[in-house]
Structures are given as structure tokens and as C-alpha cells.
């Protein structure tokens, strides 16, 4: 029976790998499709694997830093992994502002992405997060659009 | 038994090749300043915010195009040395400095020009074991056909996030910090050459805005200057951030206002960032921009 555990071992390991490598794969996918725009130029992406949150506890999420310039027109997108359990939702942050986001809680309407108009040269957050708790798997893209 | 240990070694042997990504030529050179030793001043989290929020390599050539400013090879640091740098500070560093200059390349389509950059890039990020992560024959095949220019700067781009962020998560944080610092050295260094040729507004209040993150990095390079090298970039910091303590940027309050534009979601900020910077501290961060430049690539 040991010696059977023991032949398995190596092929378990293999198959973790080679399933890790899949997964590394399909973000890097996913991160180009969601960079992929003809009007803007990709700069940086936040690749997020959260857990399901605790229940009645605050919702998991991943926090970037991250520098803006003024007079520039940035894109912020995210895009779910395809198997990813949650919705995810980007949000920026000035400080403590919210400044943008792709989740409008008034209308409870969902963006893919949006324009951030940036008038204040500094460091920004953005957090990605998904809806209702959920776990989640998804990429944050920041691209460049131009000069305003 | 041996069969057992031979199997187990044919299982190590896949693992590492796919960790290498099927790369021969990574050398395994290790010096002090390959790895992170005593206490540091500014903690993990501080330190990986940092270095995260350093502008991309492409971010300052793409103000620089969108300004119309003509491409100049005279602003790109020469690759003819790329085997006279033999410790890791100096690969991770000049892998910063390429890393701009290729961003530079490819934001001006200049693919002739690019199979030399990113020649060096694999050869450094070899050096310091990050090779992995540059996928030098598609680059390669990317900028020869000349097509495909979106590919090209994605993924060059994308590549070089991912190195910064396997340095990172594997505690090499210095040689993250040398490659991020690499980049703003050389993005600054554009942007203060083409102000010095062709002045405009905005290339004087994105010089100025810079203040903000070399006070950052300057604690960043505080947390490894016992090394000498360190030092010495430390210093060279430190006389830029002199003629920076003068510079002002102040902020008039606002409130961001979200916008559908074109069926896009748009939110304009209303705060804004106005830097002053006097001609005479332009010029003098220009100049000294230059030495420092200059200095380091040649450390």
C-alpha cells in the first residue's frame, strides 16, 4: 500500500504542476484579452485569486498602489478568470476617495471598465474585490489612453 | 530503491524545466546583493507598494509621442556593454533602463531597432534568473514581421511586470527595487532630454511630479546601503531629490463626477495637482538628471 502512495507521489506532483501552468496560462489570457483595446496602451496588470469571505464578515480584496499622472485619461478594466466562482469589481482610490469604479452602487449597474480623467498627480489604490463575497479569480488591467 | 530515486529524479528534472520555461542559457550567478540580508527600515508591505507603484516603462514615451515629439535614438542607452555587467545590481538595474528604452522603441513602432533591446533584456534577466518570463523568441519574431505591434508591446510590457512580480514574491526585493528604479532613471531621463529640446508644459509638471516617488524610492534604496553599490545609487538619489526639495506641488479640492461618454463610463476628477517648478529648477533637474543617469548605467 506504501509503495503504491509512494509510485503516486511523483505523478501528483506532475499533475499540480501541470495544472499550475494551465491556470498561468489562461490569467495571462485573460489579462491580454482584457488589454486588448485599439485606442489604448496597456501598462500594467493586477492579477487577484481570492477566497469566499467569511459570513457576516467584510468581503475579501486586493489592494494595488499604484502612481497617476495629471492631464492623462487612464482605463481601468477587469475581466473574470473563465472559471472564477465571483463577479469581480474594480475600484480606485484616492486616499480614502472613491474616485472610480466599475460597480455603480446607485444604479446597481456593472461596467467592464471605465475612463479615469485624472487631474492630481499621486499614488492611487486600486481594489479588486468580488460581488456578494464570493470567491473569485479575475485580472485588473491599467492601460493608457492619452493626454487630456 | 535506485529505480525509486530515479524516478523521483525524472519528476525534479520536469518540474525544474518547466520553471525555466525551457531556458538553457540562465547563468546562476549569486552576489551579496542577491539577497535580502538584515532588517530593514521600511517593512514588506511598505516596500512592495513602493516598487508597485512605479509608472510603467511605457508610460513616460507614451507622453512623450502623444506631445508629438519626433523619436530620437540619441535618448536610448547604448546595449553594446550588455557583457561587461556582471554583478546583479548591475543586470537588475540595466534591465530597468532597457526596459524603458524598449517601451520607448515600441511606442514609436521602431522594430528595427528593438531586437537589440531585447537581446540585452534576455541576456540580463538571465543574469539575475528571470529569463523565464521573456519570451525572447516571440518578441523576436514579433518585431522582425513588423506586425502584430500591439502583440509586441503587450507583451513586452506584460513580461516585465511579471519578472518585477516574481522578484517580489520569491523576497528579492532589491533587485525588484534596482529594475523599477532602472525604469524611473530612465523615463526621467527622456522626458528631462526632450524638455531640454523641445520645453512644453507638461513635460515641466511631469518632472516636477516626480518628487512624489523619489522621495518613496529613496527609502526603498535606504533599506540596502550597506551594499556599496547601493550606496552609491543612494547618493546619486539624494543630489536629485536636493534640487526636488524646492518644488511644490499643491492640490485644489474637488469632487470626482462619474460621466457616460460614447457609452463608455467616464469619471472626471475634480481635484486637481499644480506643480511649481521655477525654469532655473527645470534646467538644474535636467542637468543633474543627466550626470545620474549617466553615472549609474556606467556603475
Not at chain 1, 509512494?6 to 482584457?34: E, M, T, W
Not at chain 1, 483595446?37 to 475579501?60: E, I
Not at chain 1, 472610480?100 to 456593472?110: L, N, P, R, V, W
Request: proline share 3%; with cysteine.
Amino acid at each position: 500500500m506504501n509503495m503504491k502512495k509512494f509510485k503516486l507521489f511523483p505523478i501528483f506532483i506532475l499533475l499540480s504542476i501541470i495544472s499550475l501552468n494551465i491556470r498561468a496560462q489562461d490569467i495571462s489570457q485573460v489579462a491580454a484579452q482584457c488589454a486588448a483595446a485599439a485606442d489604448a496602451v496597456y501598462l500594467k496588470d493586477y492579477v487577484v485569486n481570492l477566497d469566499a469571505s467569511t459570513p457576516g464578515g467584510a468581503p475579501n480584496q486586493a489592494r494595488f498602489a499604484l502612481m497617476l499622472s495629471k492631464n492623462t485619461k487612464y482605463r481601468f478594466s477587469v475581466c473574470p478568470a473563465p472559471n472564477s466562482e465571483g463577479e469581480p469589481v474594480l475600484k480606485l482610490y484616492d486616499m480614502n476617495v472613491l474616485v472610480g469604479s466599475t460597480y455603480i452602487e446607485a444604479t446597481g449597474k456593472d461596467f467592464h471598465m471605465f475612463d479615469f480623467n485624472c487631474q492630481k498627480s499621486g499614488i492611487y489604490h486600486v481594489f479588486i474585490s468580488f460581488k456578494d463575497g464570493k470567491a473569485g479569480e479575475a485580472v485588473g488591467v491599467l492601460s493608457f489612453v492619452k493626454r487630456l | 530503491m535506485i529505480k525509486k530515486v530515479l524516478y523521483f529524479l525524472i519528476v525534479i528534472a520536469i518540474v525544474a524545466s518547466c520553471k525555466s520555461g525551457g531556458d538553457k542559457s540562465g547563468t546562476l550567478d549569486l552576489d551579496d546583493s542577491d539577497i535580502v540580508q538584515g532588517e530593514l527600515e521600511v517593512s514588506g508591505e511598505v516596500m512592495q507598494d513602493i516598487i508597485q507603484s512605479v509608472s510603467s516603462p511605457v508610460e513616460m514615451a507614451a507622453l512623450v509621442k502623444s506631445l508629438g515629439v519626433q523619436f530620437s535614438n540619441k535618448y536610448l542607452a547604448p546595449t553594446e556593454k550588455v557583457d561587461e555587467l556582471t554583478t546583479s545590481f548591475q543586470k537588475a538595474f540595466n534591465l530597468g533602463i532597457y526596459g524603458a528604452d524598449l517601451g520607448y522603441l515600441n511606442m514609436y513602432s521602431k522594430t528595427a531597432n528593438v531586437i537589440d533591446y531585447i537581446s540585452a533584456i534576455k541576456n540580463l534577466a538571465d543574469g539575475i534568473r528571470v529569463g523565464q518570463f521573456f519570451d525572447f523568441t516571440t518578441l523576436k519574431r514579433l518585431a522582425q514581421n513588423s506586425q502584430n505591434l500591439d502583440s509586441l508591446m503587450y507583451l513586452s510590457v506584460h513580461s516585465f511586470n511579471q519578472m518585477d512580480q516574481y522578484l517580489r514574491d520569491n523576497n528579492r526585493s532589491n533587485l525588484s527595487a534596482l529594475m523599477v528604479i532602472g525604469v524611473w532613471v530612465e523615463g526621467l531621463y527622456l522626458v528631462t532630454q526632450v524638455a531640454n529640446e523641445a520645453p512644453h508644459p507638461d513635460l515641466a509638471e511631469r518632472i516636477g511630479e516626480q518628487k512624489i516617488i523619489l522621495e518613496k524610492l529613496i527609502l526603498i534604496v535606504k533599506n540596502f546601503a550597506k551594499d556599496k553599490q547601493f550606496s552609491i545609487l543612494l547618493e546619486e538619489l539624494n543630489r536629485l531629490n536636493e534640487l526636488y526639495k524646492d518644488v511644490e506641488i499643491v492640490i485644489i479640492p474637488g469632487e470626482p463626477e462619474p460621466r457616460e461618454e460614447n457609452g463608455m463610463l467616464v469619471f472626471v476628477q475634480n481635484e486637481r495637482s499644480e506643480v511649481k517648478i521655477t525654469d532655473e529648477q527645470l534646467k538644474e533637474i535636467i542637468t543633474t538628471t543627466e550626470q545620474v543617469r549617466n553615472k549609474l548605467i556606467n556603475l
